[in-house]
T-cell receptor, first 113, second 114 residues
Framework: DQQVKQNSPSLSVQEGRISILNCDYT??????FLWYKKYPAEGPTFLIS?????DKNEDGRFTVFLNKSAKHLSLHIVPSQPGDSAVYFC????????????FGKGITLSVRP | DSGVTQTPKHLITATGQRVTLRCSPR?????VYWYQQSLDQGLQFLIQ???????AKGNILERFSAQQFPDLHSELNLSSLELGDSALYFC?????????????FGPGTRLTVL
C-alpha cells in the first residue's frame, strides 16, 4: 500500500515557466513532509520541507504548499531553470518515536531551454 | 558532495551469494539510514541506526541485516541473494535521531544479481 503517491511520473516545462509537482498521501499521522531532488548517478539531496502546522514554506524559487484536508502537497518552482531537470521525491513522516520517512516513486522534471 | 561515502559503487554477483555494502556517514552524524531503490519504486526505507543502536526498521527482509560500528560507519549485509534484490542501495546520515532532520545521501551502490 503506497502511502505517498506521486501519480505523474514525468513533467516537462519551458524554461522560465512554473513547475508544479504534486504529491498525495494517505496516512493522516504524517505531520512533516520533505522534497528531495536527485540527479543521475548521485544520491538525493534535500530541497525543502514543511510541517503540518504550516500550509506554505518558501525558499528562494521553491515553495511547498500543504493542504491537510486533501492530504495533498505540491512543490512549485518559479522560474524553472534547465538545471532543475532531475527526479523529485516527495517524502512524509510522523514525529512519533522510531518513525521513518516514506518516499513516493518520484517525478522526472525536464525543463526545456 | 554530501560527505557520505559508500563502497563499492557497483557490485555484480550471482544468486545465492552474500554481499556487504559499506557506508561512512558525514563527520559528526550519529544516524545512518539504509534505503533500497528498485527499478520502478521510490526509495524504500530499510533500517536506521543511531550511535550504534538500531532505532527504526522498515521493509527489510530477514535475509538482510545491518550494523553500525563504534566509529559510526555502517554495513548492510545481503545474503541468499535473489534476482529481485538488484537495486540501488543508498545510505544516508543525519545529525540527530529524528527522521525529519535533513538526511544527507551517499551516491549509492548499484547491486546487480545475475
Amino acid at each position: 500500500d503506497q502511502q505517498v503517491k506521486q501519480n505523474s511520473p514525468s513533467l516537462s516545462v519551458q524554461e522560465g515557466r512554473i513547475s508544479i509537482l504534486n504529491c498525495d498521501y494517505t496516512n493522516s499521522m504524517f505531520d512533516y513532509f520533505l522534497w528531495y531532488k536527485k540527479y543521475p548517478a548521485e544520491g538525493p539531496t534535500f530541497l525543502i520541507s514543511i510541517s503540518s502546522i504550516k500550509d506554505k514554506n518558501e525558499d528562494g524559487r521553491f515553495t511547498v504548499f500543504l493542504n491537510k484536508s486533501a492530504k495533498h502537497l505540491s512543490l512549485h518552482i518559479v522560474p524553472s531553470q534547465p538545471g532543475d531537470s532531475a527526479v523529485y521525491f516527495c517524502a512524509a513522516g510522523d514525529t512519533g518515536a522510531n518513525s521513518k520517512l516514506t518516499f513516493g516513486k518520484g517525478i522526472t522534471l525536464s525543463v526545456r531551454p | 558532495d554530501s560527505g557520505v561515502t559508500q563502497t563499492p559503487k557497483h557490485l555484480i554477483t550471482a544468486t545465492g551469494q552474500r554481499v556487504t555494502l559499506r557506508c561512512s556517514p558525514r563527520s559528526g552524524d550519529l544516524s545512518v539510514y539504509w534505503y533500497q531503490q528498485s527499478l520502478d519504486q521510490g526509495l524504500q526505507f530499510l533500517i536506521q541506526y543511531y550511535n550504534g543502536e538500531e532505532r527504526a526498521k522498515g521493509n527489510i527482509l530477514e535475509r538482510f541485516s545491518a550494523q553500525q560500528f563504534p566509529d559510526l560507519h555502517s554495513e548492510l549485509n545481503l545474503s541468499s541473494l535473489e534476482l529481485g534484490d538488484s537495486a540501488l542501495y543508498f545510505c544516508a546520515s543525519s545529525a540527530g535521531l529524528a527522521t525529519y532532520n535533513e538526511q544527507f545521501f551517499g551516491p549509492g551502490t548499484r547491486l546487480t544479481v545475475l
